[in-house]
């Protein structure tokens, strides 16, 4: 990022801060956002910075991805009763798109990371351990998107998503509603996860495929 796009950068986080949050937390600009991030903050939602985020450890449409993707413009939507919480060191990455709909939860443990066009998705409540490493082109969908029958009865469209500390999920996953992730999940690329994995360090593609698997960010 050049200069003058990075101060441009800085001027609408600092504008974005001291709208979105208390002025105590706001002076410190701990969220930093690319200048043409689309973003809409309902007045009625919540965004929650821990104590220890410092200044910019929270970016969001910034870093431009792995192997020079081709990005559109990153969106960040939070609607009417929601809220969003961020536990630390977050990275969000230019093209994806975060949608929390009214009444939803999205919660960020600390050192998140997700590469370039990734989609989260909250209807009900997604929430993330710490350390989470996420490719590209993935998806994270807490419901089905329209209303579903089942014999005349309506059927259960949004539960909520848990992926559990140190989970790395491949590029073009995607994980559906109800998914429970055990602490250091691996997901491989491509795969589309609607089984929940309660094995810890298991390589899980809605079946363990090899256990005692151990994974660190390089």
Not at 33 to 56: D, G, L, P
Not at 137 to 155: R, V
Request: aromatic letters at 12%; glycine letters at 10%; a positive charge.
């Amino acid at each position: 990022m050049g200069k003058i796009l990075y101060w441009l950068s800085v001027i609408r986080s600092y504008i974005f801060c001291f709208r979105y949050m208390p002025r105590e937390i706001a002076i410190h600009c701990p969220i930093l956002i690319y200048w043409n991030t689309k973003f809409f903050i309902s007045s009625k939602a919540r965004i929650i910075i821990s104590e220890k985020v410092k200044k910019h450890d929270i970016m969001i449409g910034v870093w431009g991805g792995s192997y020079g993707l081709r990005q559109g413009k990153t969106r960040f939507c939070v609607f009417d009763d929601s809220m969003v919480v961020f536990n630390g060191k977050t990275c969000i990455s230019k093209g994806s798109n975060v949608v929390v709909r009214q009444g939803a939860s999205l919660n960020f443990g600390d050192n998140f990371f997700c590469n370039a066009n990734c989609n989260i998705l909250a209807n009900r409540g997604i929430s993330f351990g710490d350390n989470i490493l996420m490719g590209w082109n993935i998806t994270i969908l807490d419901n089905d998107g329209h209303p579903t029958y089942w014999k005349g009865e309506a059927q259960e469209t949004s539960q909520p998503i848990h992926i559990g500390e140190h989970c790395w999920i491949g590029s073009h996953a995607t994980i559906l509603k109800g998914v429970y992730l055990a602490t250091g999940t691996i997901i491989p690329y491509g795969c589309t996860i609607y089984k929940s994995n309660n094995i810890p360090n298991n390589v899980f593609n809605n079946k363990s495929l090899k256990t005692e698997m151990m994974w660190k960010d390089h």
